[in-house]
């Protein structure tokens, strides 16, 4: 029995910070991987995926060259190769980067290994069996396999095996239009595939406002992406050398007959093989793990952080509850979860910012607001770079002048959105927003043109 003080499962988003942070208070602590360091971020998430959307963006930009005034010679070639080796290139920094900064902690005792409880303060990897008065559980989420009829006869594509793909599908078929499946849908069209996403959902990205699914669904409809949407019953099965996806959708044939399919369809938390049982964590039906405002668990001296304690999906989510854990325990900050601020952009280009309530939630609270909204079409910044799809939305509370909620769907929307979050942050009047001088010619500046606009919910 080796004895730390603190035990970390898993090296995500939370994990490592938290390790250098007991490190550093010169206690000891053991950190277990049973993979890759750094998680889904770093190996089979945003770091990869975000590498290829730039790949992609660069290629769009080429096939627009007569737009702005050059022009390529020839076709605009992708070698997908070379794009997966440059992805692999940023990924695989990422990922040393994670394992040198553990490796190189005093305190830090990094072990390789899938990790089970024994008891609430005893975890077993390996032959090994280790013990510690706290365990920080950072085991994040796979992508979830539905049991749809036929996929036990068909091979398939999740966002991790996507990761070794350096050749063009002919057609790839996406299940699910959330926010997965349209960042790899858009991607592989623009590197040349065919693509056709199907959604069970009425429409894409089910839980935006419907005018921001509607926005996302032209941008990647004008780009030759086809959308299948209410497709209530998928079912898969071999055909013609590829796949065919029957849909029972509304309208069109009911099959899509693709040469690859990718299932993007959620995830689902790596809570099945921890022990949990024999520690007595409780989870939820759907397999998170139930935490309480500060991320403890059930049993004290455990805690549980990032996707799977299901309070948050996004490596910032993840960050964020490190932050809530090290201050609650190393600075007595009473930080808490529902201190937070909802936030996450979806990286289509041009990619959604947003923050704070959607409007359908707005509404459902009964609150007064009032609500302002605006094409990019108008932004001179956009029309300058030649980007001019999406909008703008703010809403505010009536009476306080708050800002609840905003969707930025258009060019920077993920990098805009922050000035309205962090106004949300400081519980400042949207008004500070229209005093501010802004710089030009950028998307922030319009942001007190639209606020100008504000009327009362119709
Ligand atoms: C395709 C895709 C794109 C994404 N893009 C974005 C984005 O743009 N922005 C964003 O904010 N978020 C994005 N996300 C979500 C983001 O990747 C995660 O929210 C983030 O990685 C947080 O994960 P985590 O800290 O919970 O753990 P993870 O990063 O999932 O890491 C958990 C680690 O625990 C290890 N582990 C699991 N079980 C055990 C065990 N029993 N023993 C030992 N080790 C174990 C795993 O091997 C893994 O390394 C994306 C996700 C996907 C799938």
């Not at 000891?28 to 790949?55: D, L, Q, W």
């Not at 509304?250 to 959620?266: E, I, K, N, T, Y």
């Not at 139930?290 to 549980?304: R, Y």
Request: glycine share 10%; proline share 4%; charged share 25%.
């Amino acid at each position: 029995m080796k004895d730390f003080d603190a035990i970390i499962i898993g090296t995500g988003q939370a994990g490592p910070s938290l390790a250098a942070r007991f490190a550093g208070a010169g206690k000891t602590v053991a950190i277990i991987e049973r993979h890759k360091f750094g998680g889904t971020c770093v190996n089979t998430g945003c770091i990869p995926t975000k590498t290829m959307v730039a790949s992609a963006y660069a290629v769009h930009v080429a096939r627009r060259g007569a737009e702005y005034g050059f022009a390529a010679n020839g076709d605009v070639r992708v070698d997908m190769r070379r794009v997966k080796a440059r992805k692999d290139e940023v990924s695989g920094r990422s990922n040393r980067g994670v394992e040198d900064w553990l490796r190189g902690l005093k305190n830090c005792t990094v072990l390789q290994g899938h990790a089970r409880f024994q008891s609430p303060n005893t975890v077993a990897l390996n032959d090994e069996v280790l013990e510690a008065d706290k365990v920080f559980i950072n085991v994040g989420g796979r992508a979830s396999v539905p049991e749809m009829p036929g996929i036990d006869d068909v091979s398939f594509l999740t966002n991790s095996s996507m990761m070794d793909v350096d050749f063009l599908p002919k057609h790839l078929v996406i299940v699910g239009g959330s926010y997965v499946g349209l960042e790899f849908g858009q991607m592989y069209r623009r590197f040349g595939s065919e693509v056709t996403i199907v959604e069970m959902g009425p429409r894409l990205i089910g839980r935006e406002d419907e005018d921001v699914s509607q926005g996302v669904r032209e941008i990647v409809e004008n780009e030759g992406i086809r959308i299948r949407l209410n497709a209530k019953c998928i079912s898969l099965a071999k055909r013609d050398g590829g796949i065919a996806v029957h849909t029972e959708c509304d309208d069109g044939p009911p099959d899509v007959l693709g040469s690859h399919v990718l299932l993007a369809v959620g995830r689902t938390p790596n809570t099945h093989d921890l022990g949990l049982d024999r520690a007595g964590i409780a989870t939820d039906q759907r397999g998170y793990i139930i935490v309480d405002d500060q991320l403890q668990t059930n049993v004290p001296g455990i805690w549980a952080v990032g996707d799977c304690n299901g309070r948050g999906a996004f490596t910032h989510t993840s960050y964020s509850d490190y932050e809530i854990v090290a201050d609650n325990l190393f600075n007595a900050d009473h930080r808490r979860v529902s201190d937070r601020i909802q936030a996450y952009a979806l990286y289509t280009d041009p990619p959604l910012g947003r923050c704070g309530m959607t409007d359908a939630e707005i509404r459902r609270s009964g609150r007064a607001a009032l609500i302002a909204k605006n094409p990019m079409i108008r932004v001179s910044r956009a029309f300058e770079k030649g980007e001019t799809q999406g909008f703008m939305k703010i809403c505010v509370d009536a009476e306080t002048k708050q800002i609840l909620g905003a969707a930025i769907l258009g060019t920077g929307g993920d990098e805009v959105i922050h000035v309205l979050l962090d106004v949300m942050y400081a519980k400042a009047p949207y008004t500070l927003i229209q005093r501010a001088m802004h710089i030009h010619p950028t998307v922030s500046e319009y942001l007190p043109t639209v606020l100008s606009k504000l009327e009362p919910f119709a």
